[in-house]
């Protein structure tokens, strides 16, 4: 079992950047690919990056490549999204996830809410 919990969101001008930061629970967090998603009211959960176990592999939405960087630190059980050059459409509810591999994900934050004010 994995409990995540996520910080970091807030307002920001268009432009300007932010750091999420996804805590987890559990002494087996570097055993596990983590990814980040979001999803804004009324629409379908959109991936945006993910991360294998090692940090080795990270893959990114077209929509945040080169923006957006995710990281880990297994050491302190945290995968990290920063995000810069934020705009307007990237406003809505960021999550984190855990899964065994990259392309399935069991483990679910609660969410934290991005605002890019134009």
């Known amino acids: 079992q994995v409990q995540l919990v996520e910080s970091g969101g807030g307002l920001v001008q268009a432009g300007g950047s932010l750091r999420l930061s996804c805590a987890a629970s559990?002494?087996?967090?570097?055993?596990?690919?983590m990814g980040w998603f979001r999803q804004a009211p009324g629409k379908e959960r959109e991936f945006v990056a993910s991360?294998?176990?090692?940090?080795?592999?990270?893959y990114y939405a077209d929509s945040v490549k080169g923006r957006f960087t995710i990281s880990r630190d297994n050491a302190k059980n945290t995968v990290y999204l920063q995000m810069n050059s934020l705009k307007p459409e990237d406003t809505t509810v960021y999550y984190c996830?855990?899964?065994?591999?990259?392309?399935?994900?069991?483990?679910w934050g609660q969410g934290t809410q991005v605002t890019v004010s134009s």
């Open positions: 991360i294998s176990w090692s940090g080795g592999n990270t």
């Open positions: 996830a855990a899964g065994a591999t990259m392309a399935e994900y069991d483990y």
């Open positions: 559990g002494r087996t967090f570097s055993t596990y690919a």
